[in-house]
């Protein structure tokens, strides 16, 4: 993550232009070599910081109230992660607008933020999955390699083949991948929408509370619930 800073600080200082990979290397107190170990191109360094806001949102959502719908739970993970102060503090919000105003600038940072929000949807989806199967009882668990959602099998006299002395892993519903999907353009959308603008980070034209706009513009969507 400290590569990861020092090249966001330098994009941010003097342009994705001016700044090399030797350069984020000095920054960080690594060999370029080493940079190269982690790195492919000076772009993908900012990669971890994309990466670690799409995480703490989904992962809000996996942490909201198991009482909540999916609606309740999606806003509620608005709050804890765009809000400034809550999630990420107003200054480090000026950062990442400067951040997705390169990606818009930049073909190879906008595929290394389209790759992170691609991930950041299907790790939705399966966090979607495991809300659904506890609204209805059902015990699920993250198959730790793949982690694709795992669900008990169904049948309790179906004989047991070679093999099946371990859960296999249970393929998220299409429609779940689409209310992911949707979930996911609502706040991506908002944040990408608020990086064109001059608008603080707080307050009625920001990223928050766009992203309650967008999910609000939604609707009765089916989120999949049971």
């Known amino acids: 993550m400290e590569i990861a800073r020092a090249a966001a ?8 232009r001016a ?16 940079f190269y170990r982690y790195f492919a191109s000076k772009e ?22 198991p009482a909540l719908t999916v609606p309740e739970a999606l806003r509620h ?11 990420v503090s ?24 389209a790759e992170v929000c691609q991930s950041s949807e299907k790790t939705l989806a399966e966090i979607l999955a495991e809300r659904s199967s ?7 668990s993250a198959d730790p390699e793949s982690g694709d959602i795992v669900a008990p099998e169904s049948g309790d006299n179906v004989a047991p ?16 991948h689409f209310a ?15 990086s064109t603008t001059t608008s603080p980070p707080a307050g009625p034209t920001g990223p928050a509370a766009l992203a309650l706009q967008n999910l609000e513009a939604v609707g009765e969507f089916e989120w999949g619930e049971a």
């Open 9 to 16: 600080a330098l994009f941010v200082r003097q342009g994705l």
């Open 19 to 34: 700044t090399r990979a030797e350069d984020i290397a000095q920054a960080a107190g690594i060999a370029p070599r080493t």
């Open 44 to 65: 993908e360094a900012v990669a971890p910081l994309y990466a670690a806001g799409a995480q703490r949102w989904t992962q809000a959502v996996r942490e909201a109230p």
């Open 77 to 87: 993970a608005v709050h804890q992660t765009l809000t400034p102060g809550v999630g």
């Open 90 to 113: 107003a200054s480090s919000w000026e950062w990442v607008r400067t951040l997705i105003r390169l990606a818009d600038a930049s073909p190879a940072l906008r595929k290394v933020w």
């Open 134 to 140: 506890v609204s209805r009882g059902q015990a699920v």
């Open 161 to 176: 083949e070679p093999g099946d002395n371990v859960a296999r892993p249970t393929p998220i519903p299409p429609h779940l």
């Open 180 to 194: 992911a999907a949707v979930a996911g353009a609502a706040v991506r959308v908002a944040v990408e929408s608020w």
